[in-house]
């Protein structure tokens, strides 16, 4: 579906309603659909579907993904969390997940950010190399 400049300004103009000092309100995005579906303005549907994408993305670059071979200790987590917190700011969601296909190391993704320093991406990159 083509979305039109004004439904995108208008979604746009929704989701910076529903910011909280650089944080997403769940609350008033909740509010935010609630009050469009009931007013049903022009091209409420092509508001509502870019709407939710800029949520979907806010909620990505939110989120940091750590993968590892094996189990992180506690001490290694808290370690990543402190660092990441540092660069990103505070309020990142973090999700620990094990991938045995990694071989050794870690690999962290946070939004379209991603650091692989892993095994299983250094063996990429040298067999890219040749």
Known sequence: M???KQARRDARELFRSCMVRDSLDENRARQAVS????GKPRGYLAILTHFERLIRLEVARRTATVESAVA???QEQASIQSDLTRHYGPGLAFQFTQNPALIGGVRIQVGGDVYNGSVQGRLEQLRSAN
């Open 72 to 74: 992180l200790p506690a």
């Open 2 to 4: 083509k979305i039109s």
């Open 35 to 38: 009050a469009v579906v009931r």
